[in-house]
């Protein structure tokens, strides 16, 4: 049995103010999907002060990032050791807007070397993985995704499933409303399973690997019915008491489980 999940990841929006309304109307609103576990994940700067918003919760706290090293001359950045002392039990890690954005440019090494220090600092990584539209169209997806799987997960030892998820984001359907059909998803779902397989071993038929890109309420129940699908990275609509609510909903109604 894979509980399902469902991460909100606000990226860089709403104010404290925002914040604290979303995360209370999400707390009023949860209780009858408990079969879902919920985890939000605002900009770092807000980790603190949303984790005692969500303290005696079943929410759960994600960071949407962390960097790699675990200390010294790296102005600006955040180290997951510092990220787990806010409460925090995910990171975001390789999100494609960190892999093809100006100024970021993660390369996979890198994204390795974070899924290793979250893993180290006790910390879950989610990790995304997805390709973009011109890949897909090249045929490409399949191979794109198992060398991003394997390179992300290189040398990993995975204690128990708990410790990692996996978010398959395909870059097109991201911000865009084009979301992947429920069979694209489930596809691209099985093959991660069955590479995570091939890294981690049997474990990997409990490690969960939650769907991304646009998805909302209208599309999330056909999209979590799919076997291995088991939850959602939310984007747009987790900004939303609403919206997210209701992928929630959804997702406890149509979880294959
Ligand atoms: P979206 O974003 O739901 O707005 O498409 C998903 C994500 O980037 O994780």
Redesign the pocket.
């Known amino acids: 049995m894979r509980r399902p999940l469902i991460a909100g990841?606000w990226k860089m929006n709403l104010n404290l103010a925002q914040m604290r309304a979303l995360v209370a109307g999400i707390r009023a609103g949860c209780d009858p999907f408990g079969s879902v576990e919920i985890a939000v994940c605002p900009p770092t700067v807000y980790l603190f002060p949303i984790a005692e918003v969500i303290a005696d919760s079943p929410i759960r706290l994600g960071a949407q990032d962390l960097y790699y090293e675990a200390q010294g001359a790296f102005t600006g950045e955040v180290s997951a050791a510092m990220v787990a002392e806010t409460g925090a039990r995910y990171a975001i890690i390789g999100?494609s807007?960190r892999r093809h954005t100006i100024g970021h440019h993660e390369d996979d090494r890198m994204i390795n070397l974070k899924v290793k220090a979250a893993l180290a600092a006790g910390l879950t990584p989610i990790l995304c993985v997805g390709e973009t539209l011109e890949e897909r169209e090249a045929g490409q997806a399949a191979e794109v995704l198992t060398f991003q799987i394997s390179a992300a997960l290189s040398g990993v030892k995975l204690a128990s499933p708990e410790r990692l998820v996996v978010a398959y984001?395909p870059v097109w359907?991201?911000?865009?409303g084009h979301n992947a059909t429920p069979e694209q998803a489930q596809q691209a779902h099985a093959h991660l399973r069955s590479r995570l397989h091939a890294g981690v071993g049997k474990v990997a038929e409990e490690v969960r690997i939650l769907y991304?890109?646009?998805?909302k309420p209208d599309n999330a129940g056909p999209i979590m019915t799919q076997r291995d699908v088991d939850g959602g990275?939310?984007?747009?609509?987790s900004l939303k008491v609403d919206s997210f609510l209701a992928i929630i909903q959804a997702t406890a109604e149509n979880a294959a489980g």
């Open positions: 990841n999100h807007e984001e359907a991201i911000g865009t991304g890109g646009s998805v990275l939310i984007g747009g609509a």
